[in-house]
């Protein structure tokens, strides 16, 4: 147990380096090829988010598989940091316990309020009248928009 949470510590902090050079690339990509498309910017943040999953995964599975590596970390860590300010093993099981708990206490929490959110806004859907379609029908073709248009009202969203 003691080497599943030094992989995953380890992972953790390998993973706060990684997912900073990502950003920095998309940061770069953006400036350099702007993305005007709201979509393509949302593609383009789904395939770094994807990215990051797998180094993350790569990472824990590299410092799992070779307990060498990660005792050689472990060691460089020893040179670079004196040994009476390491952590005690349970302190960083109790942590990491703890962080796995809050991460999974905060995605049901995020779950439970989509659900909540999406269920209030259907409830609250109102066709929009005749003429409001028409004329967005109109301008979809003036625009060249080939896709059917869809205008519902609802009092959830209010704008000044």
């Not at 909540?116 to 859907?125: D, K, R, Y």
């Not at 080939?146 to 959830?156: G, L, Q, V």
Request: aromatic share 16%; hydrophobic share 50%; net charge positive.
């Amino acid at each position: 147990m003691a080497h599943i949470m030094h992989s995953f510590s380890l992972t953790l902090l390998h993973s706060t380096w990684q997912a900073l050079l990502l950003f920095i690339l998309y940061k770069a990509f953006v400036t350099i090829l702007p993305l005007s498309f709201p979509r393509a910017r949302k593609q383009l943040l789904y395939i770094i988010l994807l990215g990051q999953s797998v180094a993350s995964l790569f990472t824990f599975s590299v410092l799992y598989f070779s307990p060498s590596f990660a005792l050689d970390t472990t060691y460089l860590l020893a040179q670079i940091i004196p040994v009476k300010y390491f952590i005690p093993a349970y302190v960083v099981n109790t942590c990491m316990w703890i962080y796995l708990l809050s991460v999974s206490v905060k995605c049901l929490q995020l779950f439970i309020q989509w659900r909540n959110f999406q269920h209030s806004l259907q409830g609250t859907l109102q066709k929009a009248p005749a003429e409001i379609r028409l004329f967005a029908a109109s301008m979809a073709d003036s625009f060249g928009i080939k896709r059917n248009i869809k205008i519902w009202y609802t009092n959830s969203v209010a704008s000044p």
